[in-house]
């Protein structure tokens, strides 16, 4: 009778058991298109010397390098991302219409030619009108397109590096934003990891569903930092990111967010004392990268072309430096200050010193155009002014074309390494449907067990004591 009533009760412990397993299987499976989710597995073991079986355990197939590859791959991938959305803003900004640069993701050219839009024609345009002035200098329709030009020159040029610095403002904000995405992950990590130590403590359960909550938090906090992670004892993992010292900060100890991420100006800063950040990834790092850049590299050109022109035209149009002569106005020597003299109209605009029929002067402010530079002479540019600009539409169009095929091949490398990690801890359908037939066949195994011991208390019940 003991024997039998032992042997009912491992039948129940084993259908309890292999219901976990196909309960397990069957979560797997529904978990299938979750890429934060890491395979499950039920570990059954014996009882009594063999004579059953248990649930020993939940065991998960996360596996600790890869995804700590995939968090690293991911802030490089962000960080270019990031530099490519707004480093293409900054060239349609220009209005440039650019050939064998950025137009192709697997160009390698670095010619570049402008069109017939942007800063390029209305340099062409100006100098142009020069010269028509200068062929009919008495023109009082030419000393008008001369003047007209000249206004969209400069308010073209002020319009561009107002563009620009609002993408750069739109960068700020991105790196704000982000920032504040950072320190609510980090939140995140913390919490989960409190719960995931007090399910270790009191055994209450499978932890592997919040590891895989915490590992999503991590990757969504790779995406704007890059960040390392280290597995403690308890179960908790801490968080942290090298400082300019390449000493590591620690952001997440415990249950413990123990700085936030902040920016300031260029500086990134965390931890308990606020310490300066050594980043080279992340979404952070690639919207300053680009705003303090390539898109700060191009506006300090544009800058230094309005000032030769200012400088050169005022030269060429008021050699004598007559007070209140001069074509612009000398103090406007930036992109965003470049203006017109206040005292310069068609009416008094001149086209020579001399009689009426002179041409000197705008032949001289004609001339300009193909002036050669030179920094190392005082100028503020090198080469002509059409060289200067076309070098500098053409360096941003290099730059772009080079976070593009960076782009591509980070994008290329983040999904093998992916690939690889899903390998291991995703779930494959092919192997789940063979766990649930195995179990559902030990499950109806163990079923037919606990009918056989039934039927036998049953008639040995029923039949004791019958005469």
């Avoid at 529904?30 to 649930?55: F, H, I």
């Avoid at 941003?396 to 080079?402: H, K, V």
């Avoid at 789940?432 to 163990?446: F, V």
């Amino acid at each position: 009778m003991s024997g039998l009533l032992s042997s009912l009760d491992s039948s129940v412990q084993a259908l309890n058991s292999q219901s976990y397993a196909i309960s397990i299987a069957g979560q797997n499976v529904a978990n299938l298109d979750n890429p934060n989710y890491a395979d499950e597995s039920a570990v059954l073991g014996t009882v009594g010397g063999g004579s059953g079986v248990n649930v020993e355990g939940v065991t998960s197939s996360r596996n600790a390098l890869l995804d700590a590859q995939v968090a690293a791959q991911t802030s490089i991938a962000s960080s270019l991302t990031t530099q490519q959305q707004y480093l293409q803003t900054a060239q349609s900004v220009l209005g440039e219409n650019l050939k064998n640069t950025s137009s192709s993701s697997s160009s390698t050219s670095t010619t570049t030619s402008t069109g017939t839009t942007g800063l390029s024609s209305d340099l062409d345009a100006f100098f142009n009108t020069f010269g028509s002035l200068a062929a009919s200098p008495t023109s009082t329709a030419e000393k008008q397109a001369v003047v007209q030009q000249g206004a969209i020159l400069t308010n073209d040029f002020q319009q561009t590096d107002a563009n620009l610095a609002q993408v750069q403002s739109d960068l700020t904000s991105e790196a704000q934003s982000s920032v504040t995405d950072a320190n609510q992950q980090l939140q995140t990590i913390a919490s989960l990891n409190g719960q995931i130590m007090a399910m270790g403590a009191t055994g209450a359960g499978s932890t592997a569903q919040l590891r895989d909550e915490r590992e999503a938090a991590v990757e969504k906090l790779a995406v704007d930092i890059p960040i390392t992670t280290t597995a403690k004892p308890d179960g908790s993992i801490q968080v942290s990111v090298s400082d300019t010292s390449h000493n590591a900060v620690v952001l997440v100890s415990g249950i413990t967010v123990t700085g936030p991420v902040a920016i300031s100006g260029g500086t990134i800063s965390g931890g308990a004392s606020a310490s300066t950040l050594q980043i080279s990834s992340g979404s952070i790092y690639g919207a300053l990268d680009a705003r303090d850049g390539a898109i700060q590299t191009l506006r300090n050109s544009l800058d230094s072309l309005a000032s030769q022109i200012v400088t050169s035209v005022n030269a060429a149009y008021n050699p004598t430096s007559a007070a209140g002569g001069n074509f612009f106005n000398p103090a406007g020597t930036t992109a965003a200050t470049i203006n017109l003299s206040s005292s310069l109209s068609a009416t008094n605009l001149t086209a020579g010193t001399g009689a009426a029929g002179d041409n000197t002067i705008a032949l001289a402010v004609a001339g300009v155009a193909n002036q050669q530079f030179s920094t190392a002479g005082g100028d503020a540019i090198d080469g002509t002014i059409d060289q200067y600009y076309s070098g500098a539409v053409t360096d941003l169009g290099q730059t772009l074309s080079n976070v593009n095929n960076e782009v591509t091949n980070q994008n290329a490398l983040l999904n093998l390494v992916t690939s690889q990690r899903d390998s291991v801890s995703g779930v494959s359908m092919d192997q789940e449907m063979g766990n649930l037939m195995k179990y559902q066949s030990a499950y109806q195994a163990s079923a037919r067990v606990f009918s056989t011991i039934d039927v036998l208390l049953n008639t040995l019940i029923n039949n004791t004591g019958t005469p």
